[in-house]
């Protein structure tokens, strides 16, 4: 099953009725993606949640029957990256509901976070951000540099340079 934007905006309004008080949400992955409409549609729900909002969203979340894959990390974390402190400031604005500020990572943080697992999906992904945004080589660097990366973290370098020395 997959889900266009605006089901996932409608799904988002679903689970704010169970919100106690507003809240960010910052889109990440494929979800990201189709929020800022490189993709039609996400097979899953991805999320990253500041720390302060984390809690509640789980909890709404769980109070919402749903049947969608939904993954959510705190406060800049991706799949085995963490983002820098600055992923919300860095986020685009997707759309204010009545409860959530919903936002989409920036396309350069999709990367970034993409790089760690790097499979078939996430390469095309990746190609679709730089072509779409117009990412270059550097920019993409520089903020892998800020990336935490839980792991081996050669795995994650040897992930970036591929992506360096083929997607350009």
């Known amino acids: 099953m997959t889900l266009a934007r605006s089901e996932l905006i409608e799904f988002l309004k679903e689970v704010e009725k169970e919100l106690s008080r507003s809240i960010t949400v910052v889109a990440v992955g494929g979800t990201a993606l189709t929020l800022l409409r490189v993709k039609s549609s996400t097979r899953d729900l ?5 720390g302060q909002d984390y809690r509640e969203f789980q909890r709404a ?4 029957p749903h049947g ?4 959510c990390w705190p406060d800049g974390m991706v799949f085995s990256q963490t983002l820098p402190d600055d ?3 860095k986020s685009s604005n997707i759309r204010k509901l009545k409860r959530i500020k919903l936002k989409a990572l920036s396309p350069v943080d999709i990367v970034v976070t993409k790089i760690g697992r790097l499979d078939a999906r996430d390469k095309q992904d990746i190609q679709a ?3 779409r945004f117009k990412l270059r080589k550097d ?4 903020r892998a540099k800020r990336v935490k990366y839980v792991g081996r973290e050669s795995n994650y370098q040897i ?3 591929h992506v360096l020395e083929n997607f350009f």
């Open 46 to 50: 991805d999320f990253t949640i500041p």
């Open 61 to 64: 979340l769980k109070n919402t």
């Open 68 to 71: 969608f894959k939904v993954d």
């Open 87 to 89: 992923y919300v400031k």
């Open 129 to 131: 951000c730089i072509k």
């Open 139 to 142: 920019q993409i660097a520089k």
């Open 159 to 161: 992930n970036l340079n």
